[in-house]
């Protein structure tokens, strides 16, 4: 489909088209942790589920509700910043047509997608029961009907802001279907509960949720901030360029992902059982498939990624440092990832958000420096240097953590079961 838009699209709508995706990424930031907090409890509750089956279905829907309300809150905050945010300065153009399409694009875009909030937390709820393959055939839909949607308003030459709001209904249509598919597999019947319910349980969530909250924001806004500093430095032509060379990459991202995020509920209900010796040889594998995986991808598509750009989008760039540090970052990234989901997995957050808060302040006014010093390289290199203390830390938390394995233990049967 990028391949399709970056053809279709004039140079700045595909910078906006760009930006617009990487601002997609911030939606789940929104629930401000609880829909990882959820999962965590609900994976804890799964290693003894025949006693706790009822009580998973009422933090399910505790959450839901509670996301209704988050929802309505935050169209309305939407609505309201439409008016009052100055469009042109933060768009980086002049063209009034542009700032017009941009503006009404994303707030749209965005209202859409925070309206798909309460339903996404089924993502939580078969991560936890570790039925993933249900959510990746739910993103898989996502794709293929973001297709059927788009290529015929493209050979119709429909608008761009037209566009961008089918997208965003072929993001939301899936998330509501995934609600209902898991109730149907989980066997649980649609609840109604009292305001004071929900609350309660949903309250209960939400000290280990900030933590989340801080690092979903702070990982968030240094990805999905990118597109926007490399629009403000170099203009909007440069930042499709640079989101090209940085979807080619995160194609890693996307694999690692695969073999990474069963383990996290897998973590939390192994460290529940206290079931050391397969946390071990699990964090021992995915350490070395890492970095086998970024080592020969990133090498790779150093090597091939102009060609590959052009075959796909018919676009040619020329910045070959860019290649090289992307592949850095994205090495960088999934060394950091490897490790933090299994903190995440029993809940060891502390550092973890010491770490990243700190990164992000730094980060937007570092890669600005950088980046009117250096161009899009500079903004690569900022990326880079942000990860590093995280990159560190991580493995060594990981480790040490796995030898308190009582200490663990106890305090994931306190923390998430309540004994």
Not at 142 to 167: D, E, G, M, Y
Not at 230 to 257: M, P, R, S, T
Request: charge should be positive.
């Amino acid at each position: 489909m990028t391949g399709i838009l970056a053809r279709y699209f004039t140079p700045e709508q595909f910078g906006l088209w760009a930006i617009l995706t990487f601002l997609i990424g911030v939606v789940p930031v929104l629930d401000i942790g609880i829909g990882l907090a959820l999962r965590n409890k609900l994976s804890a509750f799964y290693s003894d589920r025949h006693n706790h089956n009822e009580l998973s279905r009422i933090y399910f829907f505790s959450v839901f509700y509670a996301y209704i309300y988050l929802s309505i809150i935050l169209i309305g905050f939407l609505y309201a910043a439409y008016h009052i945010i100055p469009w042109g300065t933060v768009l980086n153009s002049s063209n009034p047509q542009i700032v017009r399409e941009g503006a009404f694009a994303y707030t749209a875009a965005m209202m859409i997608l925070v309206a798909s909030l309460p339903f996404g937390i089924s993502a939580s709820g078969f991560f936890s029961c570790q039925k993933t393959h249900w959510n990746s055939l739910f993103e898989t839909i996502k794709s293929v009907l973001a297709i059927a949607f788009i290529v015929p308003l493209v050979i119709l030459h429909v608008r761009f802001t037209i566009i961008v709001i089918w997208f965003s209904v072929a993001m939301l249509l899936p998330v509501i279907i995934s609600f209902f598919a898991f109730l149907r597999k989980s066997g649980w019947k649609f609840i109604v509960l009292k305001t004071n319910i929900f609350v309660l349980k949903t309250k209960e969530l939400v000290p280990e949720s900030i933590r989340f909250g801080l690092m979903q924001l702070s990982a968030t806004l240094m990805f999905s901030t990118q597109a926007l500093i490399v629009g403000k430095v170099a203009g909007l032509k440069d930042a499709g360029e640079y989101a090209l060379v940085q979807k080619l990459f995160l194609l890693l991202n996307i694999l690692h992902f695969a073999m990474l995020t069963p383990l996290w509920s897998a973590y939390t209900e192994a460290a529940t059982s206290k079931d050391v010796k397969w946390v071990r040889k699990m964090l021992g594998y995915s350490a070395i498939f890492s970095v086998l995986l970024f080592t020969v991808g990133s090498t790779g598509l150093y090597l091939l990624g102009k060609p590959i750009i052009f075959l796909w989008t018919g676009k040619t760039l020329t910045n070959t440092p860019l290649f090289a540090l992307m592949g850095l970052w994205v090495f960088i990234m999934g060394w950091v990832n490897c490790f933090s989901v299994y903190l995440n997995g029993i809940g060891k957050l502390g550092m973890q958000t010491v770490l990243l808060v700190p990164a992000v302040i730094v980060y937007i006014p570092l890669s600005l420096y950088l980046g009117n010093r250096f161009g899009l390289t500079g903004i690569c290199i900022a990326s880079s240097l942000v990860l590093f203390p995280s990159a560190i830390s991580n493995p060594i938390q990981a480790w040490m953590s796995i030898r308190n394995t009582n200490e663990i233990h106890n305090a994931m049967a306190q923390k998430y079961i309540g004994i």
